[in-house]
């Protein structure tokens, strides 16, 4: 089976610019997982996606906006970027979106890492 | 608010045992994760912890206390390629993911 996928790995952007990041997820999951990975830090949850919907959101502004396809892969877009914004974003795939199993663990990408200058 | 807790950094010796502790506050529990992640590289799934106890996969064990918000990740015959960070994370009441920030662990010869 494969595993979650992440494009692009590394990018440079400067502030006030908008960057797509995607996650394509593990063969079988359903549910997209976004997290932001400061320098150091734990990953910090920004949303979740389930059905094509968000079921769960974090403590991030607007600004930061998902979509998951009928494949389940999923976009993580963030508009008006700012020099904080610079941090590894991970993606992580998973079995369903509500019910919780032992079962359910997360399957992360490699990342994207995103630079803002 | 909700936090978790674990020491910045720790060394150890290879071939030695190393305990790293992960105490927790958080809204609701719903199980315990235990993470490695190598520099630059995802995390990697090591535990999972729902019911007090001790769980032990190979070299790698885990043991939770929920009465005392607590838990430990024990590493046992340490090898080089252990040098990583693990990752404590919590799963609230709302099934979302509240993760520390992370034990790194150094291993020396």
């Known amino acids: 089976e494969t595993g979650v996928t992440q494009s692009p790995t590394h990018l440079i952007k400067t502030r006030g610019q908008q960057v797509t990041l995607r996650c394509s997820s593990q063969?079988?999951?359903?549910?997209v997982s976004w997290y932001q990975q400061a320098l150091g830090q734990g990953p910090q949850f920004i949303f979740q996606y389930y059905r094509e919907e968000e079921n769960g959101r974090g403590n991030f502004p607007p600004r930061f906006s998902g979509l998951q396809f009928p494949n389940y892969s999923s976009e993580l877009n963030v508009n008006a970027l700012e020099l904080d914004d610079s941090a590894l974003y991970l993606c992580a795939s998973s079995l369903e979106g509500q019910a919780f199993s032992g079962a359910n663990v997360l399957t992360f990408g490699a990342g994207s890492r995103l630079t803002v200058l | 608010g909700q936090n978790i807790d674990q020491p910045t950094e720790m060394t150890a010796t290879e071939g030695a045992i190393v305990q790293i502790n992960c105490t927790y506050q958080?809204?609701?529990?719903?199980?315990l994760f235990w993470y490695q992640q190598h520099a630059g590289e995802a995390p990697t799934f090591l535990s999972y912890n729902v019911l007090d106890g001790l769980e032990e996969k190979g070299r790698f064990s885990s043991f939770l206390s929920r009465s005392k918000g607590y838990s430990y990740l024990l590493l046992k015959e340490l090898q080089m390629k252990d040098s990583a960070s693990y990752l404590c994370a919590v799963m609230d009441s709302n099934y979302q993911l509240i993760w520390g920030a992370g034990t790194k662990l150094i291993i020396k010869p």
């Open positions: 958080t809204s609701g529990f719903n199980g």
């Open positions: 063969s079988g999951h359903n549910t």
